[in-house]
């Protein structure tokens, strides 16, 4: 019952939060404050009342259209929502659940850890897929601390895992090992934006997506993004759709970001299985 209970209240949580996070997507890129006015339509200029704003229940009763002006709100909205929900009561089972089974302090103050970390983590990720399907946009003012919070995070959980202080994981080689991996990480993308240069002559991945994935700072991550990014890509260049208009279509950008973004999601939640079935099928 205890278990139910925590993951509804998570999900309940992680459902204000999205609905938090949507108002940040669509007023940040505007320069608008996410303080003040209240929600509003940006279509009609409408105050919602308190009940156009519950999270999910308000865009399921309102048919997904504002009661002002019958514009419609769009899918965003309620997507944004429902996937911090369900990505913060996974984090519970994940997390949390176990070190409440165990009990033992260390245990508690570990799963702690990892539950506010990696869901302030997905959180993250799921904003900045979204400003950059939409804007082609990931703000420095989020990445760049995101990687030093990465980074501090990483120690303290590999202190908390291994608390002896005579253990050969220190805080100094966890420093070490998580500075590799942003570097490794970075580099690869770093080197992919060069080879397309070489190639094409013309900018082919942001700077942005370099320092997403430094924040990232996981090889799955930056594997499995590029992976769904190239499926998408090979969809998009079969339609015919595509090659139409003044723009040839071959030069037509793709949010990348997005997609490392859901192979971080992925990697953070599935990461060991995910990794341990693929050994297994190589046959290590």
């Keep these: 019952m205890i278990c139910v209970l925590g993951t509804v209240f998570a999900a309940l949580v992680g459902l204000a939060f999205g609905s938090f996070l949507n108002v940040c997507l669509s007023r940040w890129p505007e320069g608008e404050s996410i303080v003040r006015p209240r929600s509003y339509c940006h279509d009609c200029g409408h105050t919602l009342a308190w009940w ?33 929900g369900l990505l913060w009561a996974q984090c519970w089972l994940k997390y949390a659940w176990p070190a409440l089974l165990d009990g033992s302090s260390p245990a508690l103050a570990y799963g702690g850890l990892e539950t506010l ?64 991996a942003v ?48 499926v998408v890509a090979v969809v998009l260049l079969a339609l015919p759709e595509p090659r139409t208009g003044t723009e040839s279509w071959a030069f037509k950008k793709l949010p990348l ?23 297994h099928w190589a046959g290590f």
Excluded: M
């Design 117 to 180: 970390g990696f869901g302030a983590f997905l959180w993250l990720l799921v904003g900045l897929s979204v400003l950059d399907a939409e804007y082609l946009w990931l703000p420095d003012v989020v990445t760049l601390p995101g990687i030093g919070i990465g980074v501090v995070f990483s120690v303290l959980r590999a202190r908390l895992e291994y608390p002896v202080p005579d253990h050969p994981r220190g805080l100094l080689q966890a420093l070490l090992e998580c500075a590799i």
């Design 52 to 84: 156009e704003n519950v999270p999910l229940a308000s865009w399921v009763a309102l048919r997904g259209r504002c009661r002002s002006c019958k514009v419609w709100i769009g899918w965003r909205y309620p997507l944004v929502e429902l996937a911090v």
């Design 257 to 279: 970001g997005t997609f490392l973004c859901i192979g971080g999601i992925i990697s953070a939640l599935w990461g060991k299985p995910i990794l341990d079935a693929y050994l």
């Design 183 to 230: 570097l490794v990480a970075a580099g690869l993308l770093l080197l992919l934006r060069w080879i397309y240069w070489l190639i094409r002559r013309r900018e082919g991945l942001g700077l942005g997506d370099v320092k997403l994935i430094a924040l990232l700072a996981a090889l799955l991550a930056f594997s499995l993004g590029v992976l769904l990014g190239s």
